[in-house]
T-cell receptor, first 112, second 115 residues
């Protein structure tokens, strides 16, 4: 059974810092890994999708990497801003199924 | 392009009642998935519909059911509501052509409170 773990559960940093969020998964047989952000009481916003054949993806100040063999992904946020405060979720898609398996998320707070 | 829309946004029901939630996918998307989000269990997959057929199913009891119409809009029904069904219900859509390999776009969710 695929399990996804995100560490840390919560993170608070001052504005301007670069930071890394971690995600690990137990079964390397995945189609892709997706990072989302969720603002309180809202739906999910897709940030980055990394296909299983890729090593990383970049969008603006965000960079996500994937190491399928070790079952790890990281989301790097450069020059953090208060507007980045949200819960960040990673999810993997199991091969053969249109089904996202989510981690519990990292609640990020950027302090002005 | 309009995003994924869900109605209603909020619902209050009592135990034993049933409820129907609606999801309209992004235009052109034919796959619709449903997820339940609770503080204790996090986000869990309910089911996925593609071209009016259930293509994937999660581990939820039969009280949870869904359907998809020819215009790709989907409904989810929960019968005999229990207190534990209180949650944020999210739907997501994608093109559906390459199962498991496409970005999924989420709606704002329906928050259900069961009293």
């Amino acid at each position: 059974k695929q399990e996804v773990t995100q560490i840390p559960a919560a993170l608070s940093v001052p504005e301007g810092e670069n930071l890394v969020l971690n995600c690990s998964f137990t079964d390397s047989a995945i189609y892709n890994l997706q990072w989302f952000r969720q603002d309180p009481g809202k739906g999910l916003t897709s940030l980055l999708l990394i296909q299983s054949s890729q090593r990383e993806q970049t969008s603006g100040r965000l960079n996500a990497s994937l190491d399928k063999s070790s079952g790890r992904s990281t989301l790097y946020i450069a020059a953090s801003q208060p507007g980045d405060s949200a819960t960040y979720l990673c999810a993997v898609v199991i091969q053969g199924a249109q089904k996202l398996v989510f981690g519990q998320g990292t609640r990020l707070t950027i302090n002005p | 392009k309009a995003g994924v829309t869900q109605t209603p946004r909020y619902l209050i029901k009592t135990r034993g009642q049933q409820v129907t939630l609606s999801c309209s996918p992004i235009s052109g998307h034919r796959s619709v998935s449903w997820y339940q989000q609770t503080p204790g269990q996090g986000l869990q997959f309910l089911f996925e519909y593609f071209s009016e057929t259930q293509r994937n199913k999660g581990n939820f009891p039969g009280r949870f059911s869904g359907r998809q119409f020819s215009n790709s809009r989907s409904e989810m029904n929960v019968s005999t509501l229990e207190l534990g069904d209180s949650a944020l219900y999210l739907c997501a859509s994608s093109l559906g052509r390459r199962q498991g390999q496409e970005t999924q776009y989420f709606g704002p969710g329906t928050r259900l409170l069961v009293l």
